[in-house]
């Protein structure tokens, strides 16, 4: 649990990169979704190089291709600007979604796998998410909806959203970013609606969560809403990518958050 007064110191130290952009093993390129293992191993959906980064804890210097860096391409072999990947640690792999191939794909995570497989074909995915049962939430930021899979299933339910485009409760507009709470509550990451919204089990309409309020740079106001995490209090930590900072919304308080980190330009 983080306490909800927590404080965080405001420079950041650098994980992963931070050499310029470049293809190198010590550079990334448009970084967009990431996920951090129980060991603080992190797997980077390195975008514009078509490629999943690998950074060990404590290895600040290089990172190692695990996933694609065979260019830009729709073979096994190849990524499509990647932006969001997942490690399921039942089957030490890496979950994709490999926007750029409107796919999502596994890769094993053992030494020597040289291709993924196809999971789900024919979605234009930007976030994924695996609750403790292994069900598999995928966004679909053109149908406007995020569905729930269980893996190699190709029928899915419908968690929130899928009534088109829009700003109503029961609509998203451009879904990206998920995160799925241990009561399987879907927040999604509503970005051109500038907001978060959460939709409860089973739930036909979404609640605001943050933002919401048009995009500026407000307390009240979120701006193209990336990255979510929820703690076990229920406290959403946002990263608010068009201002620069990440927030912080207690469950008490709906209307405004705290800027936790960045808002410095």
């Known amino acids: 649990n983080i306490p909800a007064n927590a404080t965080w110191k405001q420079d950041g130290v650098t994980a992963a990169g931070g050499n310029g952009q470049g293809d190198v093993t010590n550079q990334l390129y448009l970084p967009y979704g990431l996920f ?5 191993t992190v797997v980077i959906a390195d975008h514009v190089n078509h490629r999943i980064m690998q950074w060990k804890n404590g290895d600040t210097t290089n990172g190692q291709v695990v996933a694609g860096g065979k260019g830009e391409g729709n073979g096994l072999h190849q990524l499509n600007g990647p932006t969001d990947v997942l490690i399921d640690k039942e089957t030490d792999s ?3 979604c490999d926007q750029g191939n409107r796919r999502v794909v596994r890769w094993s995570r053992r030494s020597g796998t040289t291709q993924g497989e196809i999971l789900i074909d024919n979605i234009d995915c930007y976030g994924v998410a695996m609750d403790e049962q292994r069900y598999l ?3 679909d930021e053109r149908k406007h909806d995020v569905r729930r899979y269980q893996l190699g ?3 899915y339910t419908l968690v929130a959203g899928g009534n088109g485009e829009g700003d109503g409760p029961n609509q ?3 879904p990206t970013y998920l995160f799925i709470d241990r009561d399987h509550s879907v927040y999604v990451s509503d970005n051109n609606n500038h907001r978060v919204t959460k939709w409860n089990k089973g739930a036909k309409e979404g609640i605001v969560a943050a933002g919401g309020q048009d995009k500026r740079n407000a307390l ?3 701006s193209y809403p990336n990255g979510i995490f929820v703690d076990t209090l229920g406290t959403l930590y946002v990263a608010d990518s068009g201002n620069h900072r990440v927030m912080r919304w207690t469950q008490g308080d709906k209307k405004q958050g705290t800027v936790i ?3 410095n330009g």
């Open 172 to 174: 998203l507009d451009g």
């Open 261 to 263: 980190v960045g808002g």
């Open 153 to 155: 299933e190709k029928n």
């Open 36 to 40: 951090v293992d129980d060991d603080q």
């Open 94 to 96: 890496l979950i994709i």
């Open 137 to 139: 939430y995928v966004s």
């Open 220 to 222: 009240t106001q979120l």
